[in-house]
């Protein structure tokens, strides 16, 4: 073992042993270069390898990309399960629907003139306390249609065409994660 260059029965100086068996001899307190290549590794020294049976291996053979299927477990265990995630989906695609037609109400069937008092309906009484409520700046069915421009009808297609790509990509993961259920 090595003792900083002091031996039993040594001098202490390591003047006297200038081997590299590496027993602290021929340095003092440090090593010289000589002990550096000793921990080198040997060129003919046999590497000892683990070789994993393929029996062992064979139940994650049918995962193509296990970082992106492990990613998915992790999304699984962290959103609480397919019910909560697929819930969750829904809800969105449900409350994209709701802001379209919403909007859609707001640009095309709400007379603002009327709201923000520019001009009266027809049948209304001009008076200082009459107060113009929401019911009486909203349009007819027939108005409200002829209020929609061809840059509202393009902005509910556009849309329409982004919702579909989110409920197939909704439909999409709700298979991946059934396929994380099952793993579970």
Known sequence: PFTGGLEEGGDGGGQ?????SG????????????????????AHTSMVFHVVPKSSKSR????????????????????????????????????FIFIMVFTSFLVACVDYDILFRNKFPSDFNYNQTDKITLPDAIRTHAQCMEHFSWQLVVTIFAASVFWLMRFGHACYTFFQFWEIKQFF
């Open 16 to 20: 006297g042993s200038s081997s590299n």
């Open 23 to 42: 027993c602290g001899g021929g340095g003092g307190a440090f090593m010289d270069e000589e002990r550096d290549e000793d921990l080198s590794p040997d």
């Open 60 to 95: 994650w053979n049918h995962i193509e990309d296990l970082d992106s299927f492990f990613t998915r477990v992790y999304q699984y265990h962290q959103n609480h399960g397919l019910l909560c995630m697929m819930l969750q989906q829904a809800f969105e695609l449900a409350q």
